[in-house]
């Protein structure tokens, strides 16, 4: 086979919540990613594996996955960099129900976006001019690190905290929140802060910055917690909370 | 999820200060006892002191030296985290906070020698 060095055992997790690791033997090349590794099982040994993939360039934040104990982009993590004496684990993301062998249910995920109040919130009235916004100012700077978020989960299947509480919003949410309190033209800034700092917000991270490592694209969630932190503290203190 | 996801240095901090937090803890009521012994009498106390200059003892005294800094240059850290503009060069910050742990003990060690 082209570019073929030697052979993988590949352990993939089979079932839903209760199921067992099953070992593939696949063909290691050169430049291949986890993603091909688990492509080439479902099409070439095993159909009815299933999971989940996109764009396959790290855009779409579909195929994250757990590799050798810790949460990735399959599509963009390379096997030489994981792989362990010719030796891999894959598995379904932590934190979130499993569907089927690779692929979770993200439902969870996305809601807590919502509960976060995640989306824009323009001003009861128009405004009557375009919005102004220094790309240089601080508060700009902030929303622009905190806004490539591509949702694949990884951090929040990375999160302690949201595996010892459920009802926490997690990294993912709590830093979408960040970057609209730090845009000058959303208006729902006391809601949102109010839905950030309940039990299941923000005071409850305990910057193991664990989301902070894993993020594939390097952001820094635990950065905009901490942020939020001192948003609603200061909220708080005012009397706007 | 296996311990390899936690296998990053801001984990390792956090632990630290959660144990380092609980031995301390568990150590203050035992050290407000020994203090008591000085109102029972002085004969009390010294009985206490001459227990307490055995080795073993002086060594797990640095070792409390050693936890109690540990925790305190841990707690400025978290205070900075949550209170201060964020700063990249977390990683760094936990270094220094446990190489001055380390100093402090060392210091403490050098005073019993």
């Known amino acids: ?241 | 999820m296996s311990w390899r996801n936690r296998n990053h240095p801001t984990f390792w901090a956090f632990l630290v200060h959660r144990l380092s937090g609980i031995a301390l803890t568990l150590f203050l009521p035992f050290h407000f006892w020994t203090l008591g012994q000085a109102i029972a009498g002085e004969a009390a106390l010294d009985g206490f002191l001459r227990w307490a200059e055995q080795p073993l003892v002086k060594a797990s005294e640095v070792v409390l030296v050693v936890l109690l800094a540990a925790h305190l240059f841990g707690g400025l850290r978290l205070l900075a985290l949550e209170f201060l503009p964020w700063r990249d060069g977390q990683k760094s910050l936990v270094a220094l906070g446990g190489a001055l742990s380390l100093v402090v003990g060392l210091a403490f060690l050098l005073n019993l020698a």
């Open chain 1, 1 to 241: 086979m082209p570019g073929q060095v030697d052979a993988l055992t590949v352990s993939v997790w089979r079932g839903a919540a209760a199921g067992r690791y099953v070992d593939y033997q696949v063909p290691h090349r050169t430049s291949q990613t986890v993603l091909d590794i688990v492509t080439y099982i479902q099409r070439r040994l095993d159909p009815t594996l299933s999971y989940r993939f996109s764009c396959r360039v790290g855009v779409c934040g579909s195929c994250a996955m757990t590799v050798n104990g810790v949460p990735r982009w399959t599509c963009r993590t390379h096997v030489d960099r994981v792989a362990k004496d010719r030796k891999l684990e894959i598995g379904p993301l932590r934190n979130l129900p499993v569907i089927k062998d690779l692929a979770t249910d993200m439902r969870a995920f996305f809601d807590k976006w919502a509960r976060a109040k995640g989306q824009f919130q323009p001003p009861a009235t128009p405004a009557a001019d375009f919005a102004r916004v220094d790309p240089a100012s601080a508060a700009r700077r902030e929303a622009d690190a905190a806004i490539e978020c591509i949702g694949c989960a990884v951090c929040y299947s990375a999160c302690d905290v949201v595996a010892w509480n459920p009802d926490y919003l997690g990294p993912a949410a709590l830093n979408r929140a960040w970057s609209l309190v730090n845009d000058v033209r959303d208006a729902g800034g006391a809601e949102r802060l109010a839905a950030v700092s309940g039990d299941a917000g923000c005071h409850s991270c305990h910057s193991h910055q664990a989301c902070a490592e894993r993020c594939p694209k390097q952001l820094n969630p635990t950065a905009a917690i901490a942020g939020l932190k001192r948003a609603t503290l200061k909220a708080a203190l005012t009397g706007a909370l």
